[in-house]
């Protein structure tokens, strides 16, 4: 995609000018005309357009400010919808359709329990979360003959199935359980429990979060749980007798991805979003 010069039209009455330098970028040549987002910092097409692409690149999906808070050191980190992002960074048709595959394809690969079939590389969505054994129904039009593969491995299926665990394939292993069995430990902060496990697995969804800092509580930005990193509990349960800076028992590491049972998102999610989240840790997603 060739990157090409935007500018906006001075005589838009959609847009709100100011007169200020790029917040993203910083330049500040005083001939660019730039625009002030919903959360109140400026950008030009180009350095917004820059951003996004960026973030994208990164696997995230979701927009936000980088711009510093004036007489602070804290980031805005305010999101933008992707209808504002398209308006405000002048997006061409070909951007426009670049953006929304690419923001698909991410929100897919968080929220869909889905892989590439290594046979004909097609899009598989695996139904039953408990079996690694995945029937692929394109490559079965396409040859005329069943394929499986292994979604642990992405090698074609060998063994006998269902099975959970592994495929017979030499040096099929969940390498997501053996992050968890090897990662280091770390004492959290505020409530200063000792020897817990750096990473976890949500125990809601099974999504790997990395600890990085702040409070024992972190929320999964794939099921939207809020949950203690030590004891694993969900918040609503661990705060019955501990706070955020008080310890609780750390649970071992875990020994199993948990399978997430999604007919109760929605009344898990409404409990724990309905708790404060202020002191929430931040976390990176593995």
Not at 112 to 133: A, D, F, I, Q
Request: glycine residues 4%; contains cysteine.
């Amino acid at each position: 995609m060739e990157d090409v010069p935007k500018s906006y039209d001075p005589s838009d009455s959609t847009l709100k000018f100011v007169n200020r330098k790029d917040e993203i970028t910083g330049d500040d040549t005083p001939d660019v005309l730039r625009v002030e987002m919903s959360c109140g910092h400026a950008v030009d097409p180009n350095s917004l357009t820059g951003w996004c692409r960026s973030l994208m690149d990164q696997g995230h999906f979701i927009f936000y400010c980088p711009a510093v808070n004036e007489g602070t050191e804290e980031k805005c980190d305010k999101q933008w919808s992707y209808v504002e992002v398209r308006r405000h960074a002048l997006l061409t048709d070909e951007e426009q359709q670049y953006f929304e595959k690419k923001i698909a394809t991410l929100a897919a690969v968080q929220y869909c329990e889905y892989k590439s079939c290594p046979g004909c590389g097609s899009c598989v969505e695996r139904n039953n979360l408990t079996n690694l054994c995945v029937f692929c129904p394109i490559c079965m039009r396409e040859n005329g003959k069943s394929y499986q593969f292994c979604w642990q491995c992405m090698k074609e299926w060998k063994g006998c199935a269902p099975r959970s665990d592994r495929c017979d394939n030499v040096g099929c292993t969940n390498i997501q359980l053996d992050t968890l069995q090897n990662c280091g430990t770390k004492t959290l902060p505020y409530s200063n429990i000792p020897n817990c496990p750096e990473i976890r697995a949500c125990p809601t969804c099974g999504l790997l979060i990395e600890h990085k800092e702040r409070c024992k509580y972190v929320i999964c930005t794939r099921c939207h749980i809020e949950f203690c990193f030590a004891c694993l509990q969900a918040k609503k349960i661990c705060s019955k007798s501990s706070g955020y800076s008080q310890a609780c028992a750390v649970c071992p590491r875990q020994t199993r991805i948990p399978v997430w049972k999604r007919s109760s998102d929605s009344e898990q999610s409404d409990s724990s979003n309905s708790s404060s989240t202020d002191a929430s840790s931040q976390c990176i997603i593995i």
